[in-house]
């Protein structure tokens, strides 16, 4: 045995016997596992669904329009995680139908794919689809625009006639669609539009005869539209209406709005219904004094106004001067009476003394005339009327906010003259504060603004200003 060793050729022969045998083992076993592999999946594979998978047409579209193609399909890939992940995410790969070659009419296609990559199976659903080759026509049309949501537009508000531009539209597709178009609309949306919709861009909607959506190709897709909103005005006067009594022995002088007019807001049908406004009844029955009351002007339906809230001055005074003429007429009456008696007592008197009694009455009657003239022109001085102007009267504000300035445009200097009439005895003793002058400006917004003056004072004075409104200017504190 170790002269076997010892040989050179007995190594060798065994050396190469050992590796005969080594390379027999290993081209079994590696064939056994590609056997493996053969009859049995990875493991490793994995499937995934890509949805939404455009689909292009390719065809001659300059000559011809396909119907019948979808726009979407659904893609199941099958691999390997590694490979499949990627492609999934970056969906670098195309579907479509090949209709070149193909002429009018109507044709079975299989959906193909491409840009997979190797080692990944595709399944598109649907795998053929019917489509139709048609050829192209494209034809203009008029575009026509139709309000939405009206019944939301605010109230008092009108919509102009649109406007749409450009007016026509180019309409792209195969005959027999181009054929079926009705109708190409825009739809402007108004509901709370208070201000004008200008070069709104809006899309372009295409329908048949029974209202149903086309689908074609549209040049262009949007368009622009216009249109005028209007808020239409009015100024109208207001009515102070009464109801009730005032209490016994009290008479109405006047009922003051503390503004004329005011301004009203409505579609030109419902203005032309409105020439005046009126306040909510004043109660004359819970009335005893002259007071300024605070009360709401009456909207009409489809109107409205900027502040429906509104002072009214009411003036009432006793009614003295009744009592006054009653009681004059019953001294008149006593008076008669008396002189009555006295004559027929004089006619049972013998003549001389009737002429005595003549001569003593008609003195009497000369004292009582020239005493009576004396009362009459006594009286006649009480009752003289005079007139007065108290000048440079300060014009005051009420109801001004905090944050308000309010400038006199006219007049300028804040002041104004006014004008009393009444007793002589009493327009002498009148003094400048005994009358004031003042405007209102509650709910005034920035701007420019002509408001009425109110001037207060005796109720038994007659007083008027020289001027009747003011122009102020209100800015606003908080913007500086």
Do not use: C
Request: net charge negative; no cysteine; aromatic share 4%.
């Amino acid at each position: 045995m170790d002269k076997w060793f010892k040989s050179k050729w007995f190594v060798r022969v065994l050396s190469l016997a050992f590796a005969i045998m080594l390379y027999v083992f290993v081209n079994v076993e590696a064939n056994t596992t590609q056997s493996d592999s053969r009859f049995t999946p990875s493991s490793n594979d994995e499937t995934e669904t890509v949805e939404d998978v455009p689909v292009d047409i390719r065809i001659d579209d300059e000559r011809y329009v396909v119907s019948g193609v979808p726009e979407h399909v659904s893609v199941s890939l099958e691999g390997i995680n590694s490979i499949l992940t990627p492609t999934v995410r970056q969906r670098n790969f195309n579907v479509f139908v090949d209709l070149e070659g193909l002429g009018e009419g109507k044709h079975t296609v299989e959906i193909e794919h491409e840009n997979i990559p190797k080692g990944l199976s595709a399944y598109i659903e649907p795998k053929t689809v019917d489509v139709t080759i048609e050829e192209r026509e494209t034809k203009e049309f008029s575009v026509f625009a139709e309000f939405m949501n009206k019944e939301q537009l605010p109230e008092g508000y009108e919509l102009g006639e649109p406007e749409v531009d450009p007016g026509q539209v180019t309409i792209t597709s195969s005959k027999s669609v181009i054929d079926q178009i009705a109708m190409v609309k825009v739809y402007i949306d108004v509901a709370d539009v208070t201000e004008p919709i200008n070069k709104r861009e809006i899309p372009i909607n295409v329908y048949d005869s029974q209202g149903n959506t086309l689908n074609v190709h549209v040049e262009p897709e949007n368009i622009l539209v216009s249109v005028d909103v209007h808020n239409p005005s009015k100024t109208v006067s207001i009515d102070v209406p009464t109801k009730g009594k005032l209490p016994d022995d009290y008479e109405l002088v006047s009922l003051s709005p503390n503004k004329e007019e005011v301004t009203i807001y409505g579609t030109n049908d419902v203005l032309a219904e409105i020439d005046n406004i009126s306040t909510e009844d004043i109660d004359l029955s819970e009335i005893n004094k002259s007071e300024t009351i605070n009360t709401n002007l009456k909207v009409p339906e489809g109107a409205r106004i900027d502040d429906d809230k509104i002072k009214v001055k009411v003036n009432i005074e006793e009614t003295k001067e009744e009592e006054a003429d009653s009681a004059s007429t019953k001294d008149d009456e006593d008076t008669k009476k008396k002189t009555d008696k006295q004559e027929s007592e004089s006619k049972s008197k013998s003549k001389s003394e009737s002429e005595m009694e003549s001569k003593n009455l008609k003195e009497s009657n000369e004292s009582t005339e020239s005493s009576g003239s004396s009362d009459e022109e006594e009286k006649t001085d009480e009752l003289k009327s005079s007139d007065k102007t108290l000048e440079n009267i300060p014009i005051e504000i009420l109801n001004q906010d905090d944050e308000q300035e309010i400038v006199f445009v006219d007049p300028s200097n804040a002041v104004v003259d006014i004008t009393v009439e009444g007793d002589e005895k009493e327009i002498k003793e009148l003094k400048e504060e005994d009358f004031s002058a003042f405007i209102d400006v509650d709910g005034l917004e920035e701007g420019e603004h002509e408001i009425p003056i109110t001037i207060e004072g005796s109720s038994d004075i007659h007083a008027s200003s020289s001027l009747k409104d003011v122009t102020i200017e209100v800015n606003s504190l908080a913007n500086e």
